[in-house]
Every structure is written in C-alpha cells, then in structure tokens.
C-alpha cells in the first residue's frame, strides 16, 4: 500500500505563483505514474500533470500547459507541481494520485485533496 500526503495549498491572488508537494510512503516501489488532478465545483475530476516513474515523460492539460510544472524527486519519493500566473478558474481541489503502470494508467492512490483558491 501507498501513502500520499499533499501540501501547499492555500489562498492565493490572481497572477501569483503556488507549490504543491506530495510526499509518498509505504510500498513506493510499486508507484510508477504519478501525477495531478484537479476538481472544482460541477465540474469532473480532470488530470491536468503526470509524470511516468523515471519522470522522463510528461503530460500536462491545455488548460495549465506552460503554467504548470511537475517534478519529481524519486530519492526522496515526492512530487511536485509549481504553478505560475494562476488564474481564477484555477480554484479547485487538488489531488496526488499515482498509478502502479504507465499503459495502462490506473491511479489507484490518492491524496487528501488540498484546497487551492484564487481570487480575483
């Protein structure tokens, strides 16, 4: 079983930056895939960054491509999304999530969810 545990989430103004960090125990070795989703209100969760186990192949959304960037530290079993020139409709919940594969992809563990909001 894997742990996921995110922090960094907050109140923040239209244009400013924020760090998400995801920290991972247990049976890391098992994680492959890991990545980030976001869920606001009436709308589905939607994946918006992952990056496979030796962080060599990312995918980010339209909607934050060039905003957003994820890292990962493998040594230290963590994962990163810094986001830059956040935007209102980026209010959301923000989850960790990894997968045990990269084909196919099947996020089996999450985060808590950290709350992010943007005003305006």
């Known amino acids: 079983q894997v742990q996921l545990v995110e922090s960094g989430g907050g109140l923040v103004q239209a244009g400013d930056s924020l760090r998400l960090s995801c920290a991972a125990s247990?049976?890391?070795?098992?994680?492959?895939?890991m990545g980030w989703f976001r869920q606001s209100p009436k709308k589905e969760r939607e994946l918006i960054a992952r990056?496979?186990?030796?962080?060599?192949?990312?995918y980010y959304a339209d909607s934050v491509k060039g905003r957003c960037t994820i890292s990962r530290d493998n040594a230290k079993n963590t994962v990163s999304l810094q986001m830059n020139s956040l935007k209102p409709e980026d209010t959301a919940v923000y989850y960790c999530?990894?997968?045990?594969?990269?084909?196919?992809?099947?996020?089996?563990?999450w985060g808590q969810g950290p709350q992010v909001t943007v005003s305006s």
């Open positions: 990056t496979s186990g030796s962080a060599g192949r990312l």
């Open positions: 999530a990894g997968s045990k594969n990269m084909v196919p992809l099947n996020w089996i563990y």
């Open positions: 247990g049976r890391t070795s098992s994680l492959n895939a």
